[in-house]
C-alpha cells in the first residue's frame, strides 16, 4: 500500500500497467548502484552434463541420461541426477551446466506447486513447460546472460505424446528422437534408423534396448560420459525414472593397441 | 439507498461490517442495460440489451471478445470495462506465450476479480462500476461466470446482471434444469425471452438493440463456420433468424398453465420468493 | 449490540478514548455476518470445512471454492468477504514460495501464519487503508506434526486444537469442545465437521447452503486435497441423520 499521497494518481509505469490501475506503488528506478557495473554475465559452463538421449515408442515417450557431471575433464560428480520429473506428465532432461539445471529446476518447481494451488483440473502439459522453458531460455539469451544448457523436454497429456528440445540460445526443435550435445553426433544416426516410422509400434523392450544401445556407443566414444546411466518412461499412467543402472562394456580390443595393451612397442 | 457517515469513503467499514463505497458501486452496474448468459453442455451464450442516446446515434457495444475461447458482455462504466478487458486480453495473451495454452477460464477471471478487490481497500482508488458475464470454454465444457465490483466471481449457469435484471433472473431460475440438454437454439430462445423480461413497457427486441455472443459449434442460423468454436458476435441482422424463434408471452403462459395442470398431485410450492436485489453478494 | 464509535471510528488509524480501534472492530462485524468456517486439528491430520450459503439456485454446485490451497501442504479457510480472502490466499501463496525460495524447504505454517498476521496488522496502522474483513482458518501437516492457525482482522493469530469463524462460531466452538480432538482419527473427523456445520446452519435457518471440505493427512500423503466425493457424500448423510432423531424424538 502507497501511505504517500503525493504518490496517489501519479503517472504511472506505462511498460507494465498502462492505465495506472494496479499497484505500482514505487516510482521508476533510475538509479544503478556502482556494484552491478561489474556483474559479469555467463561466460562458459563449469559443472557440465553430457547427452541426453530421447526417442518416442509405442506407450509414450523414453528418456536416458547418465549420472556423470564433469569438471572439465575431470569425472568430478558421478551420481548426479540429470533427469528431473516436473507435475504428473513430463520430464526433463539437460546437459550442460549443472548449476544453471538446479536454478531450472527450482523455478519449474515453483510453477508446478503454483500451479499444483490452484486446484482447478488444469494442470501444465510437456507442451506448456517446453513453451515456458523456450520463453526463458530465450529470454536470458536476449540479455546475454544464458542458462549454459541443452534440455530435452518429454511427456505424455490426454493420449498425447510430446517430444521437443530447447537449448540456451532458445533454439526448439521436434522430433521422434532427439540427443543433445555428443549424442547428436553419434547416437542420432542411431536412434533414427531404429525409431523412425516405427513411433507407435516399438514396445518398451524394444525402446529400451535401443536406448541402452545407444548410451554404451557413447561410452565408448564420449570421453566425458560415464557407464551409470537412468532412464525415463512416460506414459499415459505417468511419470517413472529408474534407479541407476549399469552399462556392460567391454575393452579387451584395448589388447591390441600399441601402448595400451601388454605390448609397450 | 440511505446516506450515512460511513459510505464516503473506500477504507471505512460500516458498524456493521459493510463497505458503502463497494455497495454504490454494484448500483452502478444495475444502472447499466441487462445483459444474460446461460450455458449448456456444448455452449456458452451471452445476450445484450444495446442502448442509444437517441434516434440518430448508434447503440452502445455490449459484448467483447478476450481471446478466442472467452468472450464477456458489460454492465455499467463502459470505460472502466474497456479498461478492465483490455487487462483481461493480456493475460489471455500472455498465458498463450509463456505456456502455448489458452488460459483457463476460471483463472482469467480470477485475475480480474484480485484486481478490483485491490481497489476496494485503498484510499484514493474507487472500485470499478462495471460488472462482466464472461463465457469461456476449455476441457471441462463451456463456462458462465459473473465478476462484480466487489471483486467477487462465481460460476453460475445462468445469469443476469444490469437494469431490471431480477424479471430476468426469474425467469431463469425457473427453467434453468433444462438448459444444460437445450439446443443451440432452444439455448437462445431462452436467453431472449429472460432479455425480453427486462425490458421497459413499449420497448421491444429488435436487431438494433440486441446482440448474440457465442461459444460453442456453428449453428443453423450462422451462415459463417468458425473453427473451434470461437467467440463470435452476432448483431443487427445476423440476429434476426433467433427473433424470430421467440414465442409470445401469452404462449408462454400458457404451456406454463399446461405444465402446472400435469403435475396438479404434487402441491407446488413453486420457487422460493425471490430474495430482494441478491444480484451480488459480497460475503459467503 | 453494535457499539458506534461516534467520530472515532471513521479511519483506522484513530483510537477511541478507551483505547478500541473501532475500524477493527467493524471489520470483525463483516466477519461475523458470513458463513461459518471451522478447522479441526486431529491425530494425524487437519480438516477444514466451510459452510458456503447459495445465494442463488442458478450457481454451479462444486465450482466456486472457499477453500484454498497453499504451496502443496497448507489449507487456507476463510469467512467473512470473499474477495478479501482471495487477496489473503494470494499473499499466502506468495510468502510460501518466498519461504521455500529463501530457504529451499517447504514452508513451516508457523511461518506462513506470522507473515500473514504481520500483513493482515500492517492494514490496521493507516487511514489510507481499510482492514480485511476476514479471519482466516490456516492448516496443514508439515514436519511440527498437524498445526492450525487463526489469523483475525487485527492481526493477531493463535495455535488452536479446534476453531471456528463466522456466523455460528459460538455454537461450532461448544460442539467443538465437546469432543476429544486428539483422540479422532482423520476420517471420524470429516464426519465430525460436516455434523458440526449441518447443526450450525440448521440454527441459522438461512438460505441454501453447500458444504465444502478438505483434509490432510496420511490418505492424502500430507498434500491439501479435497475430501474425495463418496466420503463426502458418506458424511453429508450421517450429518443428516442428527435432525431425523430430533424429530423422532419431537
Given at each position: 500500500?502507497?501511505h504517500f ?13 498502462a ?6 506503488h514505487?516510482?521508476?528506478k533510475?538509479?544503478q548502484?556502482?556494484f ?14 553430457t547427452s541426453?538421449?530421447?526417442?518416442k ?11 556423470l557431471?564433469s569438471?572439465?575433464?575431470l ?12 507435475g ?5 532432461g539437460a546437459?550442460g551446466?549443472?548449476s544453471?539445471?538446479?536454478y531450472?529446476?527450482t523455478?519449474l518447481?515453483?510453477l ?19 513453451e ?8 536470458r ?8 544448457n ?6 505424455v497429456?490426454?493420449?498425447k505424446?510430446?517430444?521437443s528440445?530447447?537449448?540456451?540460445l ?10 543433445t ?7 542420432q544416426?542411431?536412434?533414427r534408423?531404429?525409431?523412425e516410422g516405427?513411433?507407435?509400434?516399438l ?5 529400451l534396448?535401443i ?15 560415464l557407464n ?7 506414459t ?13 562394456t567391454?575393452?579387451?580390443?584395448a589388447e591390441?593397441?600399441?601402448g ?6 | 439507498?440511505f446516506?450515512?457517515t460511513?459510505?464516503s ?22 444502472q447499466?442495460?441487462a445483459?444474460i448468459g446461460?450455458r ?6 451471452l ?7 437517441g434516434?440518430l ?11 478466442d ?11 472502466d470495462?474497456?479498461v478492465?478487458?483490455n487487462?483481461m ?15 483457463p477460464?476460471n483463472r482469467?477471471v480470477s ?9 476496494t481497500?485503498?484510499y ?7 460488472g462482466?458475464l464472461?463465457?469461456?470454454q ?10 462484480s465490483p ?29 438448459f444444460?440438454d437445450?439446443?443451440f ?16 413497457q ?7 438493440n440486441?446482440?448474440i ?11 459463417s463456420e ?15 433468424p433467433?427473433?424470430?424463434t421467440m414465442?409470445?408471452?401469452e404462449?408462454?403462459k400458457?404451456e406454463?398453465?399446461?405444465a ?10 413453486g ?12 460475503s459467503g | ?16 478514548p478507551?483505547g ?24 494425524d491430520?487437519?480438516v477444514l ?15 466456486n ?5 497453499i504451496?502443496?501442504?497448507?489449507g487456507?479457510a ?6 478479501d ?9 506468495d ?5 521455500r ?10 511461518a506462513v501464519?506470522?507473515r500473514l498476521?504481520l500483513y493482515v496488522?500492517?492494514?490496521t496502522l ?5 482492514p480485511?474483513?476476514i ?10 506434526g498437524?498445526g492450525?492457525?487463526?489469523?483475525e482482522p487485527?492481526?493477531i493469530?493463535y495455535?488452536y486444537?479446534?476453531?471456528a ?11 467443538l469442545e ?8 482423520l476420517?471420524?473427523a ?5 455434523r ?21 493427512g496420511p ?5 491439501h486435497l479435497p475430501v ?8 453429508e448423510?450421517?450429518?443428516k441423520?442428527q435432525?431425523?432423531?430430533e424429530?423422532?424424538a419431537?
Amino acid at each position: 500500500m502507497d501511505h504517500f499521497p503525493t504518490n496517489w494518481g501519479r503517472p504511472r509505469n506505462d511498460a507494465i500497467d498502462a492505465y495506472g490501475t494496479y499497484p505500482i506503488h514505487s516510482r521508476p528506478k533510475n538509479d544503478q548502484d556502482a556494484f552491478s557495473a561489474g556483474v559479469q554475465r555467463t561466460q562458459q559452463p563449469i559443472v557440465t552434463g553430457t547427452s541426453v538421449l530421447a526417442i518416442k515408442y509405442k506407450d509414450g515417450i523414453m528418456m536416458a541420461a547418465d549420472n556423470l557431471a564433469s569438471y572439465g575433464s575431470l569425472a568430478r560428480f558421478k551420481d548426479v541426477r540429470r533427469l528431473h520429473p516436473v507435475g504428473d506428465h513430463t520430464v526433463i532432461g539437460a546437459g550442460g551446466d549443472m548449476s544453471d539445471f538446479q536454478y531450472l529446476q527450482t523455478i519449474l518447481d515453483e510453477l508446478t506447486i503454483s500451479e499444483f494451488t490452484a486446484q482447478d483440473g488444469h494442470s501444465l502439459g510437456p507442451a506448456e513447460i517446453h513453451e515456458y522453458l523456450a520463453q526463458v531460455m530465450y529470454a536470458r539469451r536476449s540479455k546475454m546472460n544464458p542458462l549454459w544448457n541443452s534440455i530435452l523436454v518429454g511427456g505424455v497429456k490426454d493420449g498425447k505424446k510430446f517430444l521437443s528440445y530447447v537449448d540456451l540460445l532458445g533454439t526448439t526443435y521436434s522430433a521422434s528422437t532427439l540427443a543433445t550435445g555428443y549424442g547428436g553426433h553419434i547416437a542420432q544416426p542411431l536412434l533414427r534408423e531404429a525409431v523412425e516410422g516405427r513411433e507407435d509400434t516399438l514396445t518398451e523392450e524394444q525402446a529400451l534396448a535401443i536406448i541402452e544401445n545407444s548410451m554404451r556407443v557413447l561410452f565408448y566414444r564420449d570421453a566425458r560420459s560415464l557407464n551409470k546411466y537412468q532412464v525415463a518412461t512416460i506414459t499415459a499412467a505417468g511419470v517413472s525414472i529408474s534407479e541407476s543402472k549399469h552399462l556392460e562394456t567391454s575393452w579387451s580390443f584395448a589388447e591390441g593397441i600399441r601402448g595400451y595393451g601388454a605390448q609397450t612397442q | 439507498m440511505f446516506r450515512n457517515t460511513y459510505d464516503s469513503d473506500n477504507t471505512v467499514f460500516s458498524p456493521q461490517g459493510r463497505l458503502h463505497q463497494v455497495e454504490y458501486a454494484l448500483e452502478a452496474v444495475k444502472q447499466g442495460s441487462a445483459a444474460i448468459g446461460l450455458r449448456s453442455k456444448t455452449h456458452a451464450v451471452l445476450l445484450a440489451l444495446k442502448r442509444s442516446t437517441g434516434e440518430l446515434a448508434s447503440y452502445q457495444q455490449k459484448m467483447f471478445r478476450i481471446d478466442d475461447h472467452v468472450g464477456i458482455a458489460i454492465a455499467g462504466l463502459t470505460s472502466d470495462a474497456r479498461v478492465l478487458s483490455n487487462f483481461m486480453r493480456q493475460q489471455a495473451m500472455s498465458s498463450k506465450m509463456v505456456f502455448n495454452r489458452p488460459i483457463p477460464v476460471n483463472r482469467l477471471v480470477s485475475s480480474i476479480a484480485d484486481k478490483a478487490q485491490v481497489n476496494t481497500q485503498e484510499y484514493g482508488r474507487r472500485p470499478y462500476g462495471v460488472g462482466f458475464l464472461v463465457i469461456g470454454q476449455d476441457n471441462s465444457g463451456p463456462h458462465l461466470y459473473e465478476f462484480s465490483p466487489s471483486g467477487n466471481s462465481y460460476e453460475y449457469y445462468a445469469m443476469s446482471i444490469g437494469a431490471r435484471s431480477q424479471s430476468a433472473k426469474t425467469y431463469l431460475e425457473k427453467h434453468y434444469e433444462k438448459f444444460a440438454d437445450c439446443s443451440f437454439e432452444d439455448l437462445v430462445r431462452h436467453g431472449l425471452h429472460a432479455l425480453r423480461e427486462t425490458l421497459q413497457q413499449d420497448k421491444e427486441l429488435n436487431v438494433n438493440n440486441t446482440s448474440i455472443g457465442i461459444i460453442g459449434p456453428k449453428s443453423e442460423h450462422e451462415k459463417s463456420e468458425t473453427p473451434g468454436g470461437a467467440f463470435r458476435i452476432l448483431e443487427n441482422e445476423a440476429v434476426e433468424p433467433f427473433l424470430q424463434t421467440m414465442r409470445s408471452k401469452e404462449e408462454l403462459k400458457e404451456e406454463e398453465r399446461q405444465a402446472l395442470d400435469a403435475s396438479k398431485a404434487e402441491e407446488a410450492t413453486g420457487t422460493a420468493a425471490p430474495a430482494a436485489d441478491d444480484d451480488v453478494q459480497m460475503s459467503g | 449490540m453494535t457499539s458506534i464509535g461516534t467520530g472515532y471510528d471513521l479511519s483506522a488509524s484513530t483510537y477511541s478514548p478507551d483505547g478500541r480501534i473501532f475500524q477493527v472492530e467493524y471489520a470483525n462485524k463483516a466477519v461475523e455476518n458470513s458463513g461459518t468456517a471451522i478447522g479441526l486439528k486431529v491425530k494425524d491430520g487437519i480438516v477444514l470445512a466451510v459452510e458456503k450459503l447459495v445465494h442463488s439456485k442458478l450457481l454451479v454446485p462444486g465450482a466456486n471454492r472457499r477453500i484454498q490451497t497453499i504451496d502443496r501442504h497448507i489449507g487456507l479457510a476463510t469467512a467473512g468477504l470473499l474477495a478479501d480472502g482471495r487477496h489473503l490466499s494470494n499473499r499466502a501463496r506468495d510468502e510460501a514460495a518466498n519461504y521455500r525460495e529463501t530457504y529451499n524447504a517447504p514452508p513451516p505454517l508457523k511461518a506462513v501464519a506470522d507473515r500473514l498476521g504481520l500483513y493482515v496488522q500492517a492494514y490496521t496502522l493507516y487511514s489510507s487503508v481499510r482492514p480485511f474483513g476476514i479471519s482466516t482458518i490456516l492448516g496443514t501437516v508439515d514436519e511440527d506434526g498437524p498445526g492450525l492457525f487463526v489469523v483475525e482482522p487485527s492481526g493477531i493469530f493463535y495455535g488452536y486444537n479446534g476453531a471456528a469463524v463466522g456466523k455460528g462460531k459460538q455454537l461450532a466452538k461448544t460442539e467443538l469442545e465437546k469432543l476429544d480432538l486428539s483422540q479422532l482419527s482423520l476420517r471420524e473427523a470429516v464426519i465430525e465437521a460436516a455434523r458440526i456445520i449441518y447443526l450450525v446452519h440448521e440454527d441459522t435457518r438461512e438460505k441454501e447452503f453447500e458444504l465444502e471440505m478438505s483434509w490432510i493427512g496420511p490418505e492424502t500423503n500430507n498434500t491439501h486435497l479435497p475430501v474425495p466425493q463418496d466420503l463426502l457424500e458418506e458424511a453429508e448423510t450421517k450429518a443428516k441423520e442428527q435432525f431425523e432423531f430430533e424429530d423422532d424424538a419431537a
